[in-house]
């Protein structure tokens, strides 16, 4: 299958890019390519203008810094797959790159692009909203910071203006007593998740949960936070019983629709479980220092 | 603009050409060079029928524009033989009927052959989890993996050979 017609840029600088998709109304970010090009083949997507940002240098890092983990938009989600920093300190990050997709897809497909595409069955638009994530934008009018919770205004839409590009990834820095995990069932490798969970907590002092999040791929029009059962847990200990209340909480959050994946009652079903262990999964390493 | 001119290495060859913005690197490949060893499968990114490498990485070359790789150096199935000589992968997949329909051979190869760059000496999971992109539409993966072990063994063989 072969995409409608279309101009192309490689700008060199975020300054050029900017200033090519503010004067394009048409236009489009290409970074990994991954969603866009198979879309552009099916002819779902039909931009007048690309404009290639993969080209544009500095946007490819995995740092801590000023209490915060940054991601560059640009970085490969292979990238992060392989970071030692990641695996260690970031487990929640790390189980949901290692299900994105399938390695070849890795290798091209970058993190900004799975958010900025803001499809409800990517995986990393959960796994920010359990971590409390912020993105940074970068339009005409300079930089500015958006909360995770703004960002999805509905399939596909990302809350960016038609110059704005997603530049940075910011998740809070990692302590001593938090964890996190995620859970998918996919169908097969490649395939999206049927459905998926993504949790990342902190404990206190007691061994209490002190804080909670809880993130839900495709089981709604936009990624979901499952706020109710969140509310529920903190504070509480993480027992298996508590959990089993938070897991339905969670279900009960999740707006699934029938297809061929599933019916509206399996898939709620499946939140269930997957919260349920993802919460275990999360509290041992949690306990165990391991974020 | 949506035409451009780009200068790509394949295969140790540098081309300069004329490409159309939507042209595809694998059609690139196929149609505008010949080289018809990169297959199309699924045309959906699914299936890893027309992975090649872009600057030693392995990645889908249906799902890249020709444009993007200007200026990069490409690799392809036809690359591997080296002196007339089959790459140890290629032995491997002959030696342990790695291929059935032969298909998927092609992805399967390229894949394999960045995984054993980085990875060496991989375990049994390393190399399922490294060509969990590629499909096998014949099923034949547990042969698939007994030839990237092959090639492992050999590839080992001929580096360790000076030191031992």
């Known amino acids: ?291 | 603009m949506s035409t451009h001119t780009i200068h790509i290495t394949v295969n140790g060859a540098l081309h300069t050409v004329e490409v159309d913005s939507r042209l595809l690197l694998v059609h690139f490949l196929r149609e505008n060079l010949n080289l018809t060893g990169t297959h199309i499968g699924c045309d959906t990114t699914s299936c890893g029928a027309c992975t090649v490498q872009v600057n030693g990485v392995p990645l889908k070359s249906c799902t890249m524009f020709a444009v993007q790789a200007d200026g990069a150096e490409v690799k392809t199935v036809e690359g591997l033989a080296q002196n007339g000589k089959l790459h140890p992968l290629q032995e491997g997949f002959y030696e342990k009927h790695g291929l059935q329909c032969g298909f998927c051979t092609p992805g399967m190869l390229m894949t394999s052959a960045a995984l054993l760059e980085s990875n060496p000496n991989p375990t049994e999971e390393e190399i399922r989890w490294g060509i969990s992109g590629n499909l096998c539409r014949c099923t034949g993966y547990v042969n698939i993996v007994k030839a990237v072990q092959y090639a492992a063994e050999k590839m080992q063989q001929e580096k360790g050979g000076g030191h031992d």
């Open chain 1, 1 to 291: 299958m072969i995409p409608p017609r279309f101009d192309y840029q490689a700008p060199e600088t975020l300054a050029e890019a900017v200033a090519l998709l503010s004067g394009n109304p048409g236009a489009k970010i290409l970074s990994g390519g991954q969603s866009l090009i198979p879309m552009m083949r099916f002819r779902l997507a039909e931009p007048a203008l690309i404009v290639d940002i993969n080209r544009v240098s500095g946007l490819e890092y995995i740092r801590e810094e000023d209490g915060w983990l940054k991601i560059g938009a640009l970085t490969r989600e292979s990238a992060v797959d392989g970071s030692a920093l990641v695996a260690r300190r970031y487990t929640l990050l790390a189980d949901t790159t290692r299900v994105i997709a399938d390695p070849l897809v890795r290798n091209r497909a970058t993190v900004g692009g799975n958010l900025a595409h803001a499809d409800p069955a990517n995986d990393h638009p959960a796994t920010m909203l359990a971590y409390r994530a912020r993105v940074v934008a970068m339009g005409l009018a300079g930089e500015r910071e958006i909360p995770i919770d703004d960002f999805f205004l509905g399939p596909f839409e990302p809350s960016l203006n038609q110059d704005e590009i997603l530049t940075e990834i910011r998740i809070p820095a990692s302590n001593g007593r938090s964890g996190g995990a995620y859970q998918k069932l996919e169908r097969k490798v490649g395939d999206f998740a049927t459905a998926a969970v993504a949790i990342q907590l902190t404990l206190d002092g007691a061994g209490n949960v002190a804080s909670l999040g809880i993130g839900l791929t495709n089981v709604g029009l936009t990624p979901i936070r499952a706020s109710v059962a969140e509310e529920y847990l903190i504070g509480k200990s993480p027992t298996g019983e508590n959990f089993s209340q938070t897991a339905f909480l969670a279900s009960e959050a999740a707006e699934p629709e029938a297809d061929y994946r599933g019916s509206v009652a399996y898939k709620r079903s499946l939140v269930r479980t997957l919260t349920y262990r993802a919460l275990m999964k999360a509290v041992e390493r949690a306990s165990g220092g391991q974020a």
